[in-house]
């Protein structure tokens, strides 16, 4: 299979708001299947309890906001208005329960709305821990412990340690093959245009893993022999984007813009942990160990110490990137309020920065792709700040 | 507006300590006294004080830069270094106080904190201020993370966190940068005093019970909770205040009298009303004059819960002093998820016999706002009173529009005429 049916189909499965996939996996095993909003929850306790974890961004630019407007202020990000939307429309009645992760006051809110509008399904607040130490890691491990138990009831299935360490290897090989084809599109950007890998990711979103990395792999072993010619493009990375994503086109335009996008923060519950989770005698607390020591520094997780920063920057390092894109979607709190740290952590390094907002139905696309490409040009013509 | 606005003894006595207070913090680099910022909802302020540190509250700094006009040219600051138009404006006028030289609302320089107590309750935003202001002011910040009641309650789980991360975390920070160890024996007293303030100001609010009701839970309320949600609570002088003030609505009880308002005493109080969300500071006076006019009075407020819910029975108790400030802070407003948020208000329009319900939705603060218009949904089929929705901003003049706000409002009136003549 070519890279244009893979991705063909991918683009079918983030079209897909009525989650025919999930429909057609239900049927086919009698599981359930339960969503999440990003940016991260452990995927491998949902699975492991035999449970079909669903990635739940929004309704993109594909839905048009009929009711959802009705349940929200003015001045608020576009993903919950789309969220409630496909709820009221019932294109998520396919789900058996929804896992709202602590990434906002939004999306925490937007839990207690969910309890009150679906009061018949399975509806849970994630609270992460932003204390990295021993309490920390004891409250994580009693929230992971009742998330299981909640889970197991769910689906009749006991999330044996054999099978958290079975899930635990398969979302590993998942990690590794992402990593793998992030590492491909930094080495040769050419071969993995950035709108295919973003659509790559959106559909892990909703695929079992296994099928998902199988995938993956079928892409890595097709990208590596395909013939496209390497352009004279900038090399950027784009950070804010974790949560409400960019449409397809902005996506597009972005690349089209004259900068190979290197590194990102899109769809990021699939890459939050840098390395794999141990398997072994205790897999739920190698779950929580990879969550309190091993993850991103992102703007919904509070970095102590004084290297607020140094993660962006060691990225557009490893990368060999030249300039920063700040995309946010409108109102987002963590990324607009973490935009100045990270602006002041690349202007110390000397790296150049541009930055606009978004929400997911932008339409006019044709401006972010102007700016994108006067921030190309600049670094082409001047390179780093000074 | 009256040029001249009655004051009572517990208005004089509230300046004074305010006054007292912002004196002592300017002259903090003199005597040596160490400064702790930190955030108004579940505060530690016991806990500070127990150590003798003076703690400054950046948000209540804000509010009277707004109350001031001083806020839109702050928060033009912070947008020109770089602050989105999009975020919380408290932030940005923070920063944009800072950066025009950090002078007070009292117009004194404030100190820069020697720690930052990240103790932050119901807001996700607190946490990327304080990074901001580590970056401003390099000094160490100790993180207080309080986890959000998801189902409504309290779990053992959560107070525990808490209340770990007290004794692991937060006492050994402040031992450091105040050099005393912590005397527990002080810290009880201070609680012992909080619980009795707050038995005073629970009998302020459930004043508004009364028809006239002697108080304005809203307008009036924002300045009842000053002294107990900020430097105060612990003191004596706190304690003085709530029984001036207890003192002043029984007098207004016995005589049939309604709240002071900076239009003079509310007589014709036409509707009974109950507010959710923070009030707009930088026209304080106006909108509460629109109330006043249409002969409204607030019988019962959330945003004068976020410090805490006193009149639901918590009270600080000396006996479990870590327990307690962990279930203090687990407790605030904001920090109960929306379907008890919902039994709340419908709870005060039931006990404080309300005649409708105002949302006032802001656009900084997505920890009151997001979702407000669904509670106003599920509040107006349980409880059959009418809502009014509108919508502006803490701190940010650009989104407060007086004309539509009134239109809003004057529409919203007629109706509960109508519904009243109707009925």
């Not at chain 1, 138990?149 to 899930?167: C, F, K, M, Y």
């Not at chain 1, 890459?271 to 989770?277: A, C, K, P, V, W």
Request: with cysteine.
């Amino acid at each position: 299979m070519g890279t244009q049916d893979i991705i063909d189909r991918c683009e079918r499965i983030y079209r897909d708001l009525d989650f025919g996939y999930v429909h057609e996996w239900k049927a086919r095993t009698g599981g359930k299947a339960v969503g999440f909003m990003p940016v991260y929850v452990p995927r491998e306790l949902i699975h492991a309890a035999g449970i079909l974890p669903v990635g739940i961004m929004g309704g993109g630019d594909d839905v048009e906001i009929i009711r959802g407007d009705a349940y929200f202020q003015s001045y608020i990000c576009h993903i919950p208005r789309s969220t409630v939307e496909l709820g009221l429309a019932g294109k998520l009645d396919v789900l058996d329960g929804m896992l709202f992760p602590a990434i906002c006051d939004v999306i925490r809110n937007l839990s207690g709305m969910w309890q009150m509008m679906f009061a018949h399904k399975y509806v849970r607040y994630l609270d992460f821990p932003q204390t990295f130490n021993d309490a920390g890691r004891e409250f994580y491990r009693a929230e992971m412990a009742e998330l299981l138990v909640d889970l197991e009831a769910l689906s009749g299935i006991q999330a044996t340690p054999e099978r958290l360490n079975a899930s635990i290897a398969l979302y590993n090989a998942n990690r590794r093959a992402l990593a793998e084809l992030y590492d491909l599109r930094s080495a040769e950007p050419q071969r993995v245009p950035t709108s295919e890998l973003y659509l790559l990711l959106r559909a892990g979103n909703v695929l079992e893993v296994s099928e998902h990395t199988a995938m993956l792999q079928q892409y890595l072993a097709a990208a590596r022999v395909s013939q496209r010619p390497l352009r004279d493009n900038v090399r950027v990375v784009a950070s804010g984007l974790f949560c409400e994503q960019p449409p397809l086109s902005m996506v597009r335009a972005m690349e089209n813009s004259g900068c190979y996008i290197v590194d990102d923060d899109w769809v990021l519950g699939a890459r939050y942990q840098l390395h794999d989770t141990a398997t072994g005698a205790n897999p739920l607390g190698a779950i929580v160990d990879a969550y309190m020591s091993d993850t991103v520094a992102t703007a919904t997780r509070y970095v102590e110490g004084d290297d607020k920063g140094a993660f962006l920057v060691e990225q557009v390092r490893s990368r060999h990137a030249e300039g920063v894109i700040f995309a946010a979607a409108s109102f987002c709190d963590p990324a607009l309020l973490d935009r100045p740290m990270g602006q002041k952590a690349l202007a110390d390094a000397g790296i150049p920065y541009t930055a606009f907002t978004y929400s997911e139905n932008t339409g006019q696309v044709q401006v972010i792709k102007e700016q994108a490409g006067t921030f190309a040009d600049s670094i082409k013509l001047w390179g780093a700040v000074a | 507006m009256n040029a001249e606005v009655q004051k009572e003894e517990s208005m004089v006595l509230q300046k004074k300590m305010i006054g007292e207070h912002f004196e002592t913090l300017s002259k903090a680099g003199e005597s040596g006294r160490k400064v702790v910022y930190t955030f108004v909802p579940g505060n530690l302020n016991e806990l500070i004080l127990a150590f003798d540190l003076l703690p400054v509250h950046p948000e209540v700094n804000a509010l009277q830069s707004g109350m001031r006009k001083l806020s839109g040219d702050y928060i033009q600051e912070a947008e020109k270094q770089g602050h989105s138009e999009d975020v919380c404006t408290y932030v940005k006028c923070d920063i944009g106080m800072l950066k025009k030289g950090n002078i007070g609302p009292t117009g004194e320089k404030l100190p820069p904190p020697d720690l930052l107590l990240l103790s932050y309750t119901g807001c996700f935003t607190f946490m990327k201020w304080f990074e901001l202001l580590k970056q401003e002011y390099g000094c160490p910040v100790v993180m207080l993370q309080v986890p959000y009641q998801a189902e409504g309650k309290i779990t053992a789980s959560q107070r525990e966190f808490v209340a770990r991360q007290l004794r692991d975390v937060v006492v050994p920070a402040l031992e450091q940068v105040s050099g005393k160890k912590l005397d527990e024996d002080r810290l009880k007293e201070l609680l012992a005093s909080s619980a009795r303030a707050e038995d005073d100001l629970v009998y302020v609010w459930e004043s508004a019970k009364h028809k006239p009701s002697p108080i304005d839970a809203y307008f009036g309320g924002v300045y009842y909770i000053g002294p107990i949600f900020t430097a105060f609570r612990g003191l004596p002088s706190c304690e003085a205040y709530y029984r001036e003030l207890r003192r002043e609505v029984d007098y207004r009880i016995a005589h049939g009298m309604g709240p002071t308002t900076p239009e003079g005493e509310l007589r014709q109080q036409k509707y009974r009303i109950v507010v959710e969300g923070p009030p707009n500071w930088t026209s304080f006076r106006d909108f509460w004059k629109i109330f006043h006019d249409e002969g409204v009075v607030m019988v019962a407020s959330t945003y004068t819960k976020v410090g805490g819910l006193y009149e639901q029975g918590f009270r600080h108790d000396p006996a479990r002093p870590f327990e307690t400030l962990a279930e203090y802070c687990l407790g605030c407003y904001t920090n109960r998820n929306l379907p008890a948020r919902v039994d709340i208000i419908a709870k005060y329009v039931e006990e404080y016999e309300a005649d409708g319900i105002l949302f006032n939705s802001i656009k900084s603060c997505n920890s009151f706002s997001a979702g407000q218009l669904m509670m106003l949904r599920e509040l107006e089929k349980r409880t059959g009173k009418a809502g009014a929705f509108i919508e502006s901003d803490l701190v940010d003049p650009r989104y407060f529009s007086a004309a539509n706000i009134k239109n809003r409002l004057e529409s919203y009136f007629q109706m509960l005429e109508a519904k009243r003549q109707a009925a």
